[in-house]
């Protein structure tokens, strides 16, 4: 079943592919030169006639999102190549901007004649655009992985703020309980991101610790600290066990929070 990434994959990857219609299109309409150098079939001409003009704000407002969401620091880059500068002193090959070819501004000579290629000025400025657009398709599954971490880091902060409000009111067990989940949850995370495989469905702190450590995800004195950090989890889970201490929970909801801060 598609997922909602899978979704956003497919939407970067649709506005990429209409940047390629687009490009050729406005390749069709202002640049004859170039366009007979790339020997366009009839056919193809067909299908992009008109895309330019027709998606371009669509498609600017759409990829600015991609962008902005997956690689902000080539934002104010990608929205300079349309906005023309206010403060510009005249219209020159370096000034002008996709905005003003959609509109028409031209900067003509005494005679009425271009004073510097217009077209070719608005196609750079798209073509910058469109190399944004593609490395914002290359960034796209490791910008998702860090927003997938920061929020599972935030819930999980959130849940080891539970389990100190439960040690703080009496509830040994219960806040120790609390921590020992996350510590499960982020070892299994972990896991999945090396590729290291754990065979049993619900596995315990200490069935994913050693196939970590065997992978090298982590040294021995890693290792180590998480197997304590296991055996502190057992005396808040089994009554058969003695009872924890209040230290030892706080050591518990200690530790689990440095581990899921410096284990990726």
């Given at each position: 079943?598609?997922?909602?990434?899978?979704?956003?994959?497919?939407?970067?990857?649709?506005?990429?592919?209409?940047?390629d219609r687009m490009s050729l299109d406005l390749i069709l309409e202002a640049l004859p030169a170039v366009a007979a150098a790339l020997k366009i079939t009839p056919e193809r001409k067909k299908e992009v006639a008109g895309a330019f003009r027709a998606n371009y704000q669509i498609w600017y407002t759409a990829a600015h999102e991609v962008v902005r969401q997956l690689i902000p620091a080539r934002l104010s880059e990608f929205d300079e190549a349309y906005k023309a500068d206010p403060r510009r002193k005249q219209l020159a090959a370096d000034t002008y901007?996709?905005?003003d070819w959609l509109i028409g501004l031209r900067g003509l000579?005494?005679?009425?004649?271009?004073?510097?290629?217009?077209?070719?000025?608005?196609?750079?400025?798209?073509?910058?655009?469109?190399?944004?657009?593609?490395?914002?398709?290359?960034?796209?599954?490791?910008?998702?992985?860090?927003?997938?971490?920061?929020?599972?880091?935030?819930?999980?902060?959130?849940?080891?703020?539970?389990?100190?409000?439960?040690?703080?009111?009496?509830?040994?067990?219960?806040?120790?309980?609390?921590?020992?989940?996350?510590?499960?949850?982020?070892?299994?995370?972990?896991?999945?991101?090396h590729g290291v495989k754990i065979a049993k469905k619900a596995p315990t702190i200490a069935d994913l610790n050693d196939p970590l450590k065997?992978?090298?995800?982590?040294?021995?004195?890693?290792?180590?600290?998480?197997?304590?950090?296991?055996?502190?989890?057992?005396?808040?889970?089994?009554?058969k066990d003695r009872e924890p201490t209040a230290e030892e929970v706080r050591e518990l909801i200690d530790g689990v929070a440095k581990v899921t801060k410096t284990i990726f």
């Open positions: 079943m598609p997922t909602n990434l899978d979704a956003l994959r497919a939407e970067v990857k649709q506005l990429r592919e209409l940047s901007r996709i905005q000579d005494i005679y009425g004649k271009e004073r510097f290629s217009h077209a070719e000025s608005a196609y750079a400025q798209f073509n910058t655009q469109r190399q944004i657009l593609e490395a914002a398709e290359t960034r796209f599954d490791s910008a998702v992985y860090e927003m997938v971490q920061l929020v599972q880091a935030d819930l999980f902060d959130s849940e080891l703020d539970a389990a100190a409000e439960l040690l703080k009111k009496g509830f040994l067990r219960a806040g120790g309980a609390v921590a020992g989940v996350v510590l499960e949850k982020h070892l299994a995370s972990v896991a999945t991101t065997a992978a090298t995800v982590y040294d021995i004195p890693t290792w180590r600290n998480i197997q304590r950090l296991g055996d502190l989890r057992n005396y808040c889970d089994h009554n």
